[in-house]
């Protein structure tokens, strides 16, 4: 079996790969579809069509098909809950909507990412549309820092209009009471998710770049989400960080632990110590608006609140869930219950999906290579328990890699090199 992909196709792909999830805001025209998940869903196509017409192959260093077998497994729930419960409470439409959308999952990261992914690619456009996008990140925040006026980098032109009416507005300020500068896309977790990635393809492939090169990329790009304050993205940062240098952490353990416990004794002061900042200034009211996102994150729609939703299914319902895309015909009307990715399974599918899900999760964490890996497959499951990154794009991103490089660029005959290069940087 040969898919005979030329280097400019996987250039091309490369591009408008990078490109679907800055297109990913908007809309396509066609309910509950983004611009960027047609990309997705073009070479979903493709790929089902090469693997037609030349096999598939199975196994190690092939295709992995255990993300298939989690869609089918979902299908086959759904399909017992649709059969068994009220037909007021089921939407077969709905349903093949929803599966749809996992089988897309499913596809780009264990076929699409097989065939098209070239790691030289992939790191130039999302260097390139990531460097791009932290410029106008640092622009929006300059211009509200300076003017207070906030700077949308989501256009209404045309037939180009936003995936949601909310972000033809303006995504800054949606949830908080400070200005959160997200550039090109909807909010600041997308950006986040998509520098972090950035960061993550250079630090596994730095060839043709040189030392300041790549310092001053990981350094402009690590400012970008601090800056978007991205709490979730500021945090994987720091591990993926603390993962890096773990050779050089542990041969300076004193050091870092003492680094360590002066940081958290500044947190400490400025804890205790939180009524003496000015909030209008931008640096008193982050510290006081982020003190205020802990304390009530027991209730946010994310967390606490996210499980709440729990509240509405009958108990046998939370054994096998009531079938995917069925949530809504369970919800009361005009319900404001955010599910994250553990929440949405469980309505969806049970609790006996969500223990498939896991034991595919595990497989995962156990089977990483090294810590580039661990840290995508980590990101994704981080990003499972506090939002909703499951199976859209963004799950399609970071699995889509870790997978690439978990088992497929061995096929390149490179993996060792690859190996190598990371003990070197460490």
């Known amino acids: ?40 869903i073009i070479y979903a196509i493709v790929s089902i ?69 070239d790691l030289k690619s992939l790191r130039k456009w999302f260097v390139i549309i990531g460097g791009i996008s932290t410029l106008f990140l640092f622009i929006q925040f300059l211009m509200w820092l300076i003017g207070g006026s906030e700077i949308n980098g989501i256009i209404s032109l045309g037939l180009l209009q936003p995936y949601h009416i909310d972000y033809s507005i303006g995504s800054g300020s949606f949830y908080t009471s400070f200005y959160r500068p ?16 950035a960061i993550v393809l250079v630090l596994v492939n730095s060839n043709g770049i040189n030392k300041k090169q790549y310092i001053f990329i990981i350094s402009f790009f690590s400012l970008g989400i601090l800056v978007s304050s991205s709490t979730a993205g500021i945090v994987l940062l720091f591990i993926l960080f603390c993962l890096y240098y773990k050779n050089y952490i542990l ?46 994150m027991d209730h946010s729609r994310r967390f606490g609140r996210s499980y709440d939703a729990l509240d509405y299914l009958k108990e046998e319902q939370k054994i096998f869930g009531v ?33 498939v899900f896991m034991i595919f999760i595990t497989g995962l964490l156990l089977s990483a290579k090294n810590y580039v890996i661990l840290f995508l497959f980590i990101s994704y499951l981080a990003k499972c328990v506090n939002g909703s990154i499951g199976f859209s794009l963004y799950g399609i991103l970071f699995l889509g890699l870790a997978i690439f490089l978990n088992c497929y660029y061995s096929k390149e005959n490179n993996y060792n090199k690859f190996i190598k290069s990371i003990n070197y940087n460490n």
């Not at 959308?101 to 098209?116: A, H, P, R, T």
């Not at 997200?182 to 972090?196: Q, V």
């Not at 599910?339 to 223990?355: A, C, Q, R, W």
């Open 1 to 40: 079996m040969n898919y005979v992909i030329s280097k400019k196709g996987k250039e091309i792909f490369a591009f408008f790969f990078a490109l679907s999830f800055i297109l990913n805001s908007y809309s396509s025209g066609i309910d509950g579809i983004s611009l960027g998940a047609v990309i997705h």
């Open 323 to 355: 079938g995917m895309g069925n949530e809504i015909n369970i919800l009361p009307p005009n319900s404001d219950s955010y599910m994250n990715t553990v929440t949405m399974m469980i309505f969806s599918v049970g609790v006996v999906g969500l223990g």
């Open 182 to 197: 997200s550039s090109f896309f909807s909010e600041p977790a997308f950006y986040a998710n998509f520098i972090l990635s």
């Open 251 to 296: 041969k300076n353990l004193y050091s870092f632990l003492i680094g360590l416990l002066v940081f958290t004794s500044i947190l400490g002061v400025v804890y205790f110590n939180l009524e003496s900042f000015d909030e209008s200034t931008y640096l008193g009211k982050s510290i006081v608006t982020i003190n205020r996102k802990f304390e009530v």
């Open 49 to 117: 069509v090469l693997i037609s017409k030349y096999g598939l192959k199975i196994g190690k260093n092939a295709v992995q098909i255990s993300p298939i077998l989690l869609a089918i497994i979902f299908t086959v729930i759904s399909m017992i809950d649709i059969v068994f419960l009220p037909s007021s409470e089921t939407s077969l439409l709905n349903s093949f909507k929803e599966l749809g959308k996992v089988y897309l999952w499913g596809i780009s990261i264990c076929i699409v990412n097989y065939i098209f992914f």
